[in-house]
């Protein structure tokens, strides 16, 4: 069994700020993939399903953000797994917006819900890296993860929600390579399907033959008449 951690703070007024897309992603996989509904356990809410072979407990932690770790520990202890069964999608300020990587152990980066896991569970968990970008100064940090993601961006976020979604056996399964390739199909579909893009009318059409200059008429009928004209003379 694995457990996926989703993270985000609970409520609708933070539904969709950036600092939630861990919530988001965990949402799209479970009604993918024909969870059960969300229930509440473990200080947040769970779905239960498969992914491929593999049996999954989705978790979204009801604390705030900076208390997930609770959240996290109680369920992974109840359910007999190890932190190397444990995964969690949490927002990426050090990767653009749509990037991806997946990471064993090693730090938190100063992110709180990470800190947290820390301090329950220790740092020998997969954690998926989701790209929200960077606002430039770190004093813009807090508002910004805070903000809910503008609208020109949503058809990117639905894009790699539904990769993570396509990809969840093989993340489950730890075929790490299948996931990234399941995420990069949905976010570059012309560049995987194979197919060429047509180019201009001017660069895929030959262009006609012109006249000489001074003739209106196609050059093989201006040679007949020239060949004519020669027999009378």
């Not at 100063?110 to 960077?134: A, F, M, P, T, V």
């Not at 813009?140 to 990809?167: M, N, Q, T």
Request: charged share 25%; glycine share 12%.
């Amino acid at each position: 069994m694995k457990l996926i951690v989703g993270l985000g703070n609970p409520g609708a007024k933070y539904a969709q700020n950036r600092h939630n897309i861990g919530h988001m992603a965990v949402d799209r996989i479970a009604a993918d993939h024909g969870f059960a509904p969300w229930r509440s356990r473990f200080q947040g809410e769970i779905a239960e399903g498969r992914l491929g072979d593999t049996r999954v407990t989705l978790l979204k932690p009801g604390t705030f953000m900076n208390l997930s770790g609770q959240s996290v520990g109680e369920a992974m202890r109840y359910l007999k797994l190890t932190p190397e069964d444990v995964i969690v999608l949490h927002d990426e300020l050090d990767l653009a917006p749509g990037r991806i990587r997946l990471k064993m152990a090693g730090g938190h980066a100063g992110h709180n819900g990470l800190r947290s896991i820390h301090q329950h569970i220790g740092e020998n968990y997969r954690r998926l890296r989701l790209g929200i970008g960077h606002p430039g100064h770190k004093d813009r940090v807090a508002a910004y993860v805070l903000s809910d993601f503008a609208k020109a961006e949503g058809d990117a976020l639905d894009d790699l929600l539904r990769g993570i979604s396509d990809g969840a056996a093989a993340l489950a399964a730890g075929d790490d390579a299948r996931f990234t390739n399941a995420v990069a199909a949905r976010l570059n579909p012309a560049r995987n399907s194979g197919t060429k893009r047509p180019g201009k009318p001017s660069e895929t059409a030959p262009k006609p033959q012109q006249p000489p200059s001074g003739s209106t008429e196609p050059q093989s009928v201006t040679d007949k008449l020239r060949a004519l004209a020669a027999r009378f003379r």
